[in-house]
């Protein structure tokens, strides 16, 4: 595959701890995609509205240039001989400013980055990079990711090397610069391959070259990057990776003292295991969606979106201790929706409940129907 034309306008600034949950989404249109999110936290008529774009793009699920009988590889080796220097993964982290605040699964990854003599790159250097990802390492691999947002992250913090010194390990660079284009990303393995997991398990190199630096000026900052398994099978490419130093602005005010959750960022697991086939046939509704929850919560999920499609709030009512217990105890959001085609029905259900992350959500075209107690979802 290849995204290409990549912009970010705008970051997205995360909510204050509390008004979690917040809501964002990827719409794509034929070969165009759009990262939008909600600017607000209410419900127009039971809808989210995404009304605000913060990235868009366009992609195609073909890589035309990939030849399968001729596959990229790069040698790191031959590089690691032109090596003018290097600092570890710990070294690298504790030379930056504190306003990149990365951890976890932002820095986990990076053991060693070189400054690599490489007359192409601007300045004469180019950065050489080895991140490992432990087997048991949460929420990577067996996830659905192709590849984990975390680990792209880390590749492409490599950038910030460019302004340390390899001898004193100290950052020489005022302000952060943040990524607003990039020309190309392209994937390079094979095609029948879902997601990149059996190569990051095998270590992951990256070298980094500029084409583009200007830092008196704060930019533009363009850049190559190419990222291989530690066999030099080339992964993904990155072309015209263009990046700028952020403007001087008074930061955006914090009311709460809970600036960590605020700033952190997690990811959730696409699937996980379920045993309901040990629950007996005869088992209540209740009991099967608390074996969910609690098995969702294990496995690491943070948020739970359920339907009513019922027309009464019989169903609700029922669950209502669950839904308690699921947040109390398994720190699971379940986002229940009291579904009807009518406003006043779908509050009805609503106002039975009295856990509070409950929304009516009105489809007029909707007809639930005489048998709609008997449908699978509401069984």
């Known amino acids: 595959m290849v995204v290409n034309n990549l912009v970010i306008h705008k970051p997205l600034v995360l909510s204050s701890a509390g008004s979690f949950p917040g809501h964002a989404g990827c719409i794509i249109h034929g070969d165009k995609w759009e990262f939008k999110a909600a600017t607000t936290p209410h419900y127009d008529n039971g809808m989210i509205i995404l009304d605000s774009v913060y990235a868009s793009g366009s992609f195609s699920r073909v890589n035309g240039a ?82 984990h947002p975390g680990i792209l992250d880390s590749i492409l913090q490599v950038v910030l090397a460019v302004f340390i010194n390899m001898e004193t390990k100290r950052f020489d660079f005022t302000g952060v610069i943040l990524p607003f284009k990039i020309d190309a990303i392209r994937r390079w393995d094979s095609r029948d391959a879902p997601d990149l997991d059996s190569e990051i398990r095998k270590g992951i190199w990256t070298y980094f070259t500029s084409r583009i630096w200007a830092p008196s000026h704060g930019g533009p900052f363009k850049s190559d990057y190419i990222i291989a398994n530690s066999e030099g099978k080339v992964l993904l490419t990155m072309e015209g990776f263009e990046m700028a130093r952020a403007p001087d602005a008074e930061p955006v005010p914090i009311t709460d003292n809970s600036r960590e959750e605020r700033l952190t960022t997690v990811w959730q697991s696409k699937s996980f295991p379920s045993s309901l086939d040990s629950l007996p046939p005869q088992a209540s509704l209740r009991a099967v969606f608390e074996r969910l929850g609690r098995e969702a919560a294990a496995a690491g999920r943070k948020v739970i979106r359920a339907a009513d499609l019922t027309k009464t709030s019989a169903i609700a009512v029922d669950l209502d201790p669950v839904l308690e217990t699921l947040f109390n105890e398994c720190g699971v959001v379940v986002e229940y929706f009291s579904v009807s085609s009518a406003p006043s029905d779908a509050d009805a259900k609503t106002g039975a409940l009295n856990y509070p992350y409950v929304r009516s959500l009105v489809l007029e075209s909707w007809n639930l129907g005489e048998d709609a107690a008997n449908t699978p979802l509401a069984r």
């Open 66 to 147: 990939y030849n399968e009988r001729l596959p990229r590889t790069f040698d790191f080796q031959a590089k690691l001989a032109h090596s003018q220097g290097s600092v570890t993964g710990d070294e690298f982290y504790e030379a930056l400013p504190l306003a990149y605040r990365y951890q976890d699964h932002f820095r986990n990854y990076l053991r060693v980055i070189h400054e690599i003599k490489d007359e192409t790159s601007w300045g004469g250097k180019a950065y050489l990079t080895y991140l490992e990802i432990s087997e048991g390492t949460p929420d990577v691999f067996g996830k659905g990711y192709i590849i």
